[in-house]
């Protein structure tokens, strides 16, 4: 049996979660144990470690216990936490948006390095959202880029702080979602320079070829592999967010069909595909004759996770 509440330490409900968790098959039983114990004391997990001996009281040992009954469900830790760390950015989480993937940061990565095609240019970004338009570094590209389907706003958030003269359309279908990247953006410093719109893909926006940069992770699971995702996934994150139909295409193949439209000639889409679609997901993009370069990027597990293309000069 458990020890009695006054002689939990620090260390000893560490190692007693751990083993809980194991037992109830969490995935990752010691880093949640940790997370979820610094976020109910209020300490880094460093802390964790400087002060192991240290008792909890009866209110810290509530607090802990009512998360980790609820990850021994299959709960995120993030949406425990309400956090989650991005290209070292911390985002808010809640099980209103999918939560921000290392994965995904290969396609901010890959949104980077295109967006150095792009130079200092007053004629296509009046940047009228940026309250300085004045951009005083010659080598940093100015922009309007356009995200579809943000959920918590990690790509064009991140894309903003790195683009510091770039202004960003967002868009998403869920309100609640929009609301979580909003907020995120505020607190982030970048909210007066995305513009969140609510909109079905490209529905809501004139095909009017602003956009230098155009990225999406949209839902891409397909029928097959949704019954084999882990409960953490397919019980708590938005299905909004992850089902891609019935070969997990059928929102990119939408988008594929019109994004062109709406890039600037030489601006990029850059698309996130689960594994194996990234030849398929190629090929819709050759097929629409409107790129001159597709090319497709490899994440850290060396999994194709990014298809990226550039419209050509030619197609009006
Ligand atoms: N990478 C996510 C997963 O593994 C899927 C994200 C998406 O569908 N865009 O569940």
Same mark, same amino acid.
């Given at each position: 049996?458990?020890?009695?509440?006054?002689?939990?330490?620090?260390?000893?409900?560490?190692?007693?979660?751990?083993?809980?968790?194991?037992?109830?098959?969490?995935?990752?039983?010691?880093?949640?144990?940790?997370?979820?114990?610094?976020?109910?004391?209020?300490?880094?997990?460093?802390?964790?470690?400087?002060?192991?001996?240290?008792?909890?009281?009866?209110?810290?040992?509530?607090?802990?216990?009512?998360?980790?009954?609820?990850?021994?469900?299959?709960?995120?830790?993030?949406?425990?936490?309400?956090?989650?760390?991005?290209?070292?950015?911390?985002?808010?989480?809640?099980?209103?948006?999918?939560?921000?993937?290392?994965?995904?940061?290969?396609?901010?990565?890959?949104?980077?390095?295109? !967006?150095?095609?792009?130079?200092?240019?007053?004629?296509?970004?009046?940047?009228?959202?940026?309250?300085?338009?004045?951009?005083?570094?010659?080598?940093?590209?100015?922009?309007?880029?356009?995200?579809?389907?943000?959920?918590?706003? !990690?790509?064009?958030?991140?894309?903003?702080?790195?683009?510091?003269?770039?202004?960003?359309?967002?868009?998403?279908?869920?309100?609640?979602?929009?609301?979580?990247?909003?907020?995120?953006?505020?607190?982030?410093?970048?909210?007066?320079?995305?513009?969140?719109?609510?909109?079905?893909?490209?529905?809501?926006?004139?095909?009017?070829?602003?956009?230098?940069?155009?990225?999406?992770?949209?839902?891409?699971?397909?029928?097959?592999?949704?019954?084999?995702?882990?409960?953490?996934?397919?019980?708590?994150?938005?299905?909004?967010?992850?089902?891609?139909?019935?070969?997990?295409?059928?929102?990119?193949?939408?988008?594929?069909?019109?994004?062109?439209?709406?890039?600037?000639?030489?601006?990029?889409?850059?698309?996130?595909?689960?594994?194996?679609?990234?030849?398929?997901?190629?090929?819709?993009?050759?097929?629409?004759?409107?790129?001159?370069?597709?090319?497709?990027?490899?994440?850290?597990?060396?999994?194709?996770?990014?298809?990226?293309?550039?419209?050509?000069?030619?197609?009006?």
């Amino acid at each position: 049996m458990a020890p009695a509440p006054e002689s939990w330490t620090i260390l000893k409900i560490l190692r007693w979660t751990t083993d809980y968790f194991t037992t109830k098959g969490v995935s990752e039983p010691r880093t949640s144990a940790e997370v979820l114990l610094a976020h109910s004391l209020g300490l880094t997990r460093l802390d964790l470690y400087l002060r192991y001996d240290q008792p909890l009281n009866q209110e810290e040992l509530a607090r802990f216990k009512a998360l980790v009954l609820r990850r021994a469900q299959g709960e995120p830790v993030a949406y425990l936490t309400g956090h989650r760390e991005f290209w070292s950015l911390d985002f808010h989480v809640t099980s209103a948006v999918l939560i921000p993937r290392p994965e995904t940061e290969t396609l901010v990565a890959a949104a980077l390095e295109a !967006a150095k095609d792009f130079k200092p240019d007053k004629k296509i970004t009046p940047l009228e959202a940026h309250p300085g338009t004045q951009n005083p570094e010659p080598e940093t590209p100015t922009f309007w880029g356009l995200e579809i389907g943000v959920g918590s706003g !990690a790509i064009v958030i991140t894309l903003a702080r790195e683009l510091p003269y770039t202004a960003w359309v967002a868009v998403d279908l869920s309100a609640a979602a929009l609301a979580v990247a909003q907020d995120n953006a505020s607190r982030l410093g970048v909210a007066d320079r995305i513009r969140f719109l609510r909109g079905d893909l490209l529905a809501g926006l004139r095909p009017e070829s602003r956009f230098a940069l155009l990225a999406a992770n949209l839902p891409y699971v397909p029928r097959a592999e949704w019954e084999r995702l882990p409960r953490d996934i397919k019980d708590f994150e938005p299905r909004q967010a992850l089902w891609g139909g019935e070969d997990g295409l059928s929102l990119i193949r939408v988008l594929v069909r019109q994004a062109h439209e709406y890039l600037m000639k030489g601006g990029w889409v850059l698309l996130e595909v689960g594994d194996g679609q990234a030849p398929q997901v190629a090929t819709l993009l050759q097929q629409t004759e409107a790129y001159d370069r597709v090319e497709t990027i490899k994440d850290f597990n060396g999994i194709e996770r990014v298809v990226r293309a550039r419209r050509s000069d030619g197609a009006g």
